[in-house]
């Protein structure tokens, strides 16, 4: 993707094999919140890697999510301090992985996403 001229390149592929993705992912941390559709609790976490389908997130919590969850996400695109109800993103979990303090989820979204070059490059 090129914007104002500069280049913002997805993740390389790992190995030989091929991505069976259907949207490119690109590396990004920032700080999101979750929670299941049928919680009112969020939990605090942390995007690894973004696409318009879905994100990677680590989680630090005791909450323990599992394949087939729906669950809502809230993230921090920018500096904003407060995310509102309609920018809620609605997914389900499809992977779980579960690490020393928590676990590393992914999520697809229900509907694709668009995702603005200044999100990927906060200088753009």
Same mark, same amino acid.
């Given at each position: 993707?090129? @914007?104002?001229?500069?280049? %913002?390149?997805?993740?390389?592929?790992? +190995?030989?094999?091929?991505?069976?993705?259907?949207?490119?992912?690109?590396?990004?941390?920032?700080?999101?919140?979750?929670?299941?559709?049928? =919680? %009112?609790?969020? $939990?605090?976490?942390?995007?690894?890697?973004?696409?318009? #389908? #879905?994100?990677?997130? !680590?989680?630090? +919590? /005791? *909450? *323990?999510?599992? !394949? #087939?969850?729906?669950? $809502?996400?809230?993230?921090?695109? =920018?500096?904003?301090?407060?995310?509102? /109800?309609?920018?809620?993103?609605? #997914? *389900?979990?499809?992977?779980?992985?579960?690490?020393? =303090? +928590? /676990?590393? %989820?992914?999520? /697809?979204?229900?509907?694709?996403?668009?995702? @603005?070059?200044?999100?990927?490059?906060?200088?753009?």
């Amino acid at each position: 993707m090129i @914007d104002k001229n500069r280049i %913002i390149e997805p993740l390389p592929l790992k +190995g030989p094999e091929k991505d069976r993705r259907r949207h490119t992912r690109w590396a990004l941390v920032r700080a999101c919140k979750l929670r299941r559709a049928s =919680s %009112i609790a969020f $939990e605090a976490a942390r995007t690894r890697d973004v696409s318009p #389908g #879905g994100a990677r997130l !680590v989680t630090a +919590g /005791q *909450k *323990k999510y599992a !394949v #087939g969850d729906r669950v $809502e996400l809230a993230v921090a695109w =920018s500096d904003e301090t407060v995310v509102s /109800q309609d920018a809620l993103i609605v #997914g *389900k979990i499809v992977r779980t992985t579960p690490t020393e =303090s +928590g /676990q590393t %989820i992914a999520v /697809q979204f229900e509907l694709p996403m668009s995702i @603005d070059a200044s999100v990927l490059d906060p200088a753009a």
